[in-house]
Nanobody, 118 residues
Framework: VQLVESGGGLVQAGGSLRLSCVAS????????MGWYRQAPGKQRELVAG???????NYADPVKGRFTISSDNAKNTVYLQMNSLKPDDTAVYYC?????????????WGQGTQVTVSS
């Protein structure tokens, strides 16, 4: 299974970006997909997650600004990021809880850089 993120880049404070993550490979179903981020010198932290039935959760710093959504038929998760702040600067990673013919495993993407300038 591979997760490939896209959509990162450089944006000014107050701007918007939309991240995408596509899962491919041996997939029977995906129970959960989420976005984490890691800023320099900091631990990786949860940004937002979404279950296969559409339930979502968000970290407090992004509530009201970020929206997670998914297209289950395409094994794709999105993160719409609005009103971006310099503190949102980080590498953003996609993760998925995937069921295949062997079992249930967590997978991670390679990350996409988001830089917000002040």
């Amino acid at each position: 299974v591979q997760l490939v993120e896209s959509g990162g880049g450089l944006v000014q404070a107050g701007g918007s970006l939309r991240l995408s993550c596509v899962a491919s490979g041996s997939i029977l179903s995906i129970d959960y997909m989420g976005w984490y981020r890691q800023a320099p010198g900091k631990q990786r932290e949860l940004v937002a997650g979404i279950t296969s039935d559409g339930s979502t959760n968000y970290a407090d710093p992004v509530k009201g600004r970020f929206t997670i959504s998914s297209d289950n038929a395409k094994n794709t998760v999105y993160l719409q990021m609005n009103s971006l702040k310099p503190d949102d600067t980080a590498v953003y990673y996609c993760t998925a809880d995937v069921r295949n013919g062997v079992g249930d495993y967590d997978y991670w993407g390679q990350g996409t850089q988001v830089t917000v300038s002040s």
